[in-house]
């Protein structure tokens, strides 16, 4: 008597593209380095997997969320995203974020950078902190002045990086405890 309910999708019907160029798209994230690469992929012009294209809609669960917010446009401090990706929820608060994807109810503050990075649900990014080509895991709370990302040989102290330079940070490593919504 069967238990579960299984199903398959074919590979080669896993056609993206809006021209004759259609082709399968898969990426497998198994590292952190493929994981970080498929999310900035994400945020050229033009990926490979376009989250705009209405002839193959991603259909999952996602809370409903006010939209992003960008506040402050002070000469010192404003709140700016360029090539992002940045999710319902997100207040970027007098902060730069470049080339990077910030997924639900991210707070980046003021004076603060983020390039080339994957910020997870529900990260604070404190006031003058730098995070560079950096994987911040759900909950993190980067304190203020904190710069990651930039200096490989101290994040290695404390942090884990990757092969290819990228460093992930978990809500444990900074000393936070498990990761949690408190």
């Known amino acids: 008597m069967p238990r579960y309910r299984v199903f398959a999708h074919r590979f080669a019907e896993s056609c993206v593209g809006s021209d004759d160029s259609h082709k399968p798209y ?8 493929a ?21 193959w809609p991603i259909w999952t669960y996602q809370e409903q969320l006010p939209p992003a917010k960008f506040v402050f446009d002070d000469g010192d401090r404003r709140g700016t995203a360029i090539d992002s990706l ?10 730069t974020v470049k080339r990077s994807l910030l997924f639900s109810s991210v707070g980046v503050h003021s004076w603060a950078r983020v390039e080339d990075s994957v910020i997870l649900p529900g990260a604070i990014i404190g006031r003058r902190a730098v995070i560079k080509r950096c994987i911040i ?13 930039v200096n490989p040989e101290e994040d290695r102290k ?7 330079g990228i460093t992930l940070v978990t809500a444990e490593m900074l000393g936070q405890g498990a990761a949690s919504r408190s």
């Open 26 to 33: 898969w990426r497998d994230v198994g590292t952190i380095d």
């Open 35 to 55: 994981y970080w690469e498929a999310n900035m992929e994400m945020t050229k012009v033009t990926p490979e997997l376009n989250l705009y294209d209405k002839d």
């Open 86 to 95: 940045i999710s319902g929820g997100c207040i970027i608060s007098g902060a």
């Open 137 to 149: 895991d759900k909950y993190c709370r980067i304190p203020e002045g904190m710069a990651i990302g």
């Open 158 to 164: 404390r942090f884990h990086v990757s092969p290819k």
